[in-house]
């Protein structure tokens, strides 16, 4: 029935909220000098020829769901994987990470397991994890409950920036499959869970690394999108230029067995609009090459 049905806005997170931040802070960020704000990854000159690309996040409820689960490890990958998804898009090398966890009571084996799956990744992309920071805050955080948030800079040439300035009508759209629900979207799981447990893998699976992919896609690749919260459409609609907008073959793939699950329980252009969907990475180019999985087309 429709009363059923879950929505992200009754769960408590509003996404246009989330974008009306973007843009009442947008003036204010824009007049230190900042360049690139609202995008994947922030840019900054670092000298005439190289700018520097950063980007923060945190892992929000997902640790609610993997704590009790023991795969709290899990979203110290997805803070790691996550950070440096987003600095790669603009087609910079990661170089170092920061973290930060805060917790009503900081817990030494809870803080661990958050920083040691963070450094897999970190090793695994040839990322420096150079320091962070632990606080805690007893009046700010729910007894039991804990944030993990981290930074990532990297480095890009200003004739090798990725930015989707080039995209034309005609271009296509390259996904890149996803491991499961990432980290964006808890909120609404949780509430799901509520209603109809799932102990698949891909429900806390650890965010997908594309650095593989988005090194081998330099050259071709127009514009790069990590699909996060807002989902393949919202991410994509980022990088694209004005005049420009995306068609997606919602058919073109195979959605993991979580989003069959979700599909019990929120409505299609509900999950579209929150989730991955099974398409964690998109990449725009003139054409595809044999093996690459087109999910869409520009126009």
Not at 113 to 127: I, K, N, P, S, T
Request: aromatic share 6%; glycine share 10%; charged share 25%.
């Amino acid at each position: 029935m429709a009363e059923d049905r879950r929505t992200y806005d009754a769960a408590g997170v509003s996404l246009a909220t989330a974008g009306a931040v973007v843009d009442r802070l947008r003036a204010a960020v824009e007049s230190t000098g900042a360049r690139g704000f609202g995008q994947f990854a922030a840019l900054h000159p670092l000298d005439e020829q190289r700018l520097l690309a950063a980007s923060t996040d945190s892992i929000g409820t997902k640790p609610m769901v993997a704590r009790p689960r023991g795969l709290l490890r899990n979203c110290g990958a997805d803070m790691a994987a996550h950070c440096i998804n987003d600095v790669i898009t603009c087609g910079a090398e990661p170089l170092v990470m920061l973290d930060y966890v805060a917790a009503a009571r900081i817990e030494l084996d809870q803080v661990a397991e958050l920083v040691e799956g963070a450094a897999e990744v970190c090793r695994a992309a040839g990322v420096a994890l150079i320091g962070g920071e632990t606080a805690e805050m007893p009046d700010v955080y729910r007894e039991g409950e804990l944030d993990f948030a981290a930074t990532c800079v990297g480095v890009v040439d200003r004739e090798r920036l990725i930015d989707g300035s080039a995209i034309e009508a005609g271009d296509v759209v390259i996904g890149f499959p996803s491991a499961g629900v990432h980290a964006n979207g808890f909120t609404l799981v949780r509430r799901v869970l509520e209603v109809e447990d799932y102990d698949g893998p891909d429900l806390l699976a650890p965010t997908r690394l594309y650095l593989d992919a988005a090194r081998r896609l330099r050259g071709r690749a127009l514009a790069f999108a990590h699909v996060t919260g807002g989902g393949i459409l919202g991410n994509l609609e980022r990088v694209l230029p004005a005049g420009r907008r995306v068609e997606i073959d919602w058919d073109a793939w195979e959605r993991p067995l979580v989003f069959r699950w979700l599909e019990r329980h929120v409505d299609e252009d509900e999950l579209r609009r929150v989730f991955n969907l099974g398409i964690g990475w998109c990449a725009v180019a003139r054409d595809a090459e044999p093996g690459e999985r087109v999910i869409g087309r520009i126009v």
